[in-house]
């Protein structure tokens, strides 16, 4: 199985920027991508970043502009960079990984991290 740990969050100053990072450790049949999630209270959760193993990319609407998902395969590191944070971008934010756990497989299965506050200030 995969575990997800993230690291990086905090209170930043609006305007300001972050990068969140997550340490991923095992391993599933398949790996089809990489994920960075966000959730706020009342709101849904929504896809923030994705980088496909072919290293393909792509971002929400509301942060497109202003992040850049990466990946560094050396350190088994995966890398949410945000750039101008506003009070909208207060949230947990999850690393996730997708993919297919056995060869039997039909569909995609999720791993989570367990999240890291991101909280924006005035």
């Not at 398949?30 to 709101?43: E, V």
């Amino acid at each position: 199985q995969v575990q997800l740990v993230e690291s990086g969050g905090g209170l930043v100053q609006g305007r300001g920027s972050l990068i969140l990072s997550c340490a991923v450790s095992g391993s599933m049949f398949r790996l089809n991508a990489m994920n960075w999630y966000r959730q706020a209270p009342g709101k849904q959760r929504e896809l923030v970043a994705s980088i496909t193993t072919s290293g393909s990319t792509n971002y929400a609407d509301s942060v497109k502009g202003r992040s850049t998902i990466s990946r560094d395969n050396a350190k088994n590191m995966v890398s949410l960079q945000l750039i101008r944070l506003t009070l909208e971008d207060t949230a947990v934010y999850f690393c996730n990984a997708r993919g297919r756990l056995t060869p039997f497989s039909t569909q995609d299965y999720d791993y989570w991290g367990r999240g890291t506050q991101v909280t924006v200030s005035s």
